[in-house]
């Protein structure tokens, strides 16, 4: 089965501070995303990948930033946390539909979920 | 406009009903569809793909038709297990991979 994991199921910063969200993912998929979902305004695309060292703004990039150094690696980094920035982040993974055969619907496959809380 | 719309509900059933949640998306380019279920404070999973021709899973039943650009999921004789928000996902090849979200159909199914 293809994993995909988050570094931390639940973090508290400050106002301020550094924040890493990691994800790693074991299917050599060459789409990465790191998604915000809050209650209401569903998902909401921060950044992707399609591949090594390559990313994309989504539609809300503005006070983050991205890492994707390795192929399985993918990281969000905010700069300076600001408590609008409280959420549930989630990290998912795709291959291109259609790739690796048949079975391959190109779906995502989302890790746990980092639960942020910025005071 | 949205690209991907759904019914937020809520939908609240009798254990044994039937429910069906309705999606239409924007863009006529969109390729693959999927339906996904997500549980309060967990991450979203896949359902059940969408195909042209219909799917069955056990219970559940998809449908997509590309002129209306319409996908629906029925469940047949709820459970209370099956209460959970139901997203509906659209797919199209961009710049990589790129995902268009509903924002979720809340179902509970009552004892």
């Known amino acids: 089965d293809v994993k995909v994991t988050q570094s931390s199921r639940y973090l508290v910063k400050r106002t301020g501070e550094k924040v890493f969200l990691e994800c790693v993912q074991d299917?050599?998929?060459?789409?990465m995303f790191w998604y915000r979902q809050d209650p209401g305004l569903g998902l909401r695309l921060i950044y992707f990948?399609?591949?090594?060292?390559?990313?994309e703004k989504g539609d809300i990039p503005e006070g983050y930033s991205v890492s994707r150094e390795k192929k399985e690696r993918f990281s969000l980094i905010l700069e300076s946390a600001s408590t609008n920035q409280t959420s549930m982040y989630l990290c998912?993974?795709?291959?291109?539909?259609?790739?690796?055969?048949?079975?391959?619907?190109?779906?995502?496959?989302f890790g746990e979920g980092s639960r942020l809380t910025v005071l | 406009r949205k690209e991907v719309e759904q019914d937020p509900g809520p939908f609240n059933v009798p254990e044994g009903a039937t429910v069906a949640f309705n999606c239409t998306y924007s863009n006529s380019a969109s390729q693959s569809f999927f339906w996904y279920r997500q549980d309060c404070r967990k991450e979203p999973k896949l359902l059940m793909s969408?195909?042209?021709s219909g799917n069955e899973d056990g219970r559940f039943t998809a449908q997509l038709n590309r002129a209306s650009q319409y996908i629906s999921l029925l469940i047949r004789d709820s459970k209370l297990s099956d209460s959970a928000t139901y997203l509906c996902v659209v797919n199209r090849i961009g710049t990589g991979n790129q995902f268009y979200f509903g924002t979720g159909t809340s179902l509970t199914v009552i004892p």
């Open positions: 990948s399609y591949d090594v060292k390559m990313k």
């Open positions: 998912a993974s795709s291959l291109l539909p259609g790739l690796a055969g048949g079975q391959n619907t190109g779906e995502l496959f």
């Open positions: 299917m050599d998929h060459e789409n």
């Open positions: 969408v195909y042209s």
